[in-house]
């Protein structure tokens, strides 16, 4: 069975700074990943996909992630982060099959 | 593209009534939506698949009866929450995949979300 682990629940960090959000899964087959991004009240947005190919993939909002099949991680980072960031952040892996399975999610929190 | 519209936003309702929640994708067709619920803090937990034309798929340990999901269209799909709860209050959310059912490469996309409330 599929599992994400988001290692850090919270992640505190000063505007301007480089963040990295961490995220671990563990599959028995080929994944596809993905990383959502929930701000306050609101459902899901998508940041950014992993399907194949290149292992470095960028999204929206100048956010990137990079996917390492060995250590079978797909951290997400940002080299300058904003205000606007603050938000809960999901990492999710598919099988192939309809679902998706979700971290537990990671909030960031960016500080003046 | 690939907009997701739920409504209502917000609902509180009296306990024993009914509530029904619509999941409409705006620009594309969706064979399949999904339906989740998130506690406060919590990552969101998977409750059931709707499938077009067919009945819904539950996930272990929800009740059927008590969540009606109907998927009557290529775009709509409704989830009633029968005599309701305090229990029952949640944030929920809809999804919808764009693409062919058994491409999971495709990414779902999600609704803003209902906040019901049940007094």
């Known amino acids: 069975a599929q599992s994400v682990t988001q290692l850090d629940s919270q992640v505190p960090v000063f505007e301007e700074a480089p963040v990295e959000l961490r995220c671990n899964y563990s599959s028995s087959v080929s994944v596809y990943l993905f990383w959502y991004v929930q701000y306050p009240n609101q459902g899901l947005q998508l940041l950014l996909k992993?399907?194949?190919?290149?292992?470095l993939v960028k999204g929206i909002n100048g956010f990137e992630a990079e996917f390492n099949k060995s250590q079978t991680s797909f951290h997400l980072r940002k080299p300058s982060v904003h205000i606007s960031d603050t938000a809960e952040y999901f990492c999710a892996v598919s099988e192939g099959a309809q679902k998706l399975v979700f971290g537990q999610g990671t909030r960031l929190t960016i500080n003046p | 593209g690939a907009v997701v519209s739920q409504h209502p936003s917000w609902v509180i309702c009296k306990s024993g009534t009914s509530v029904k929640i619509e999941c409409r994708s705006l620009d594309f067709q969706a064979t399949t939506m999904f339906w989740y619920r998130q506690f406060p803090k919590q990552s969101l937990m998977l409750m059931a698949t709707s499938n077009e034309g067919s009945k819904a798929t539950y996930e272990q340990g929800v009740e059927k009866d008590k969540f009606l999901i109907n998927h009557a269209s290529l775009t709509l799909s409704t989830l009633t929450v029968t005599s309701a709860h305090p229990e029952d209050s949640s944030f929920y959310i809809c999804s919808a995949r764009d693409g062919d059912l058994f491409r999971g490469n495709q990414p779902q996309h999600f609704g803003d979300g209902t906040r019901l409330s049940i007094l």
């Open positions: 992993y399907l194949s190919g290149s292992t």
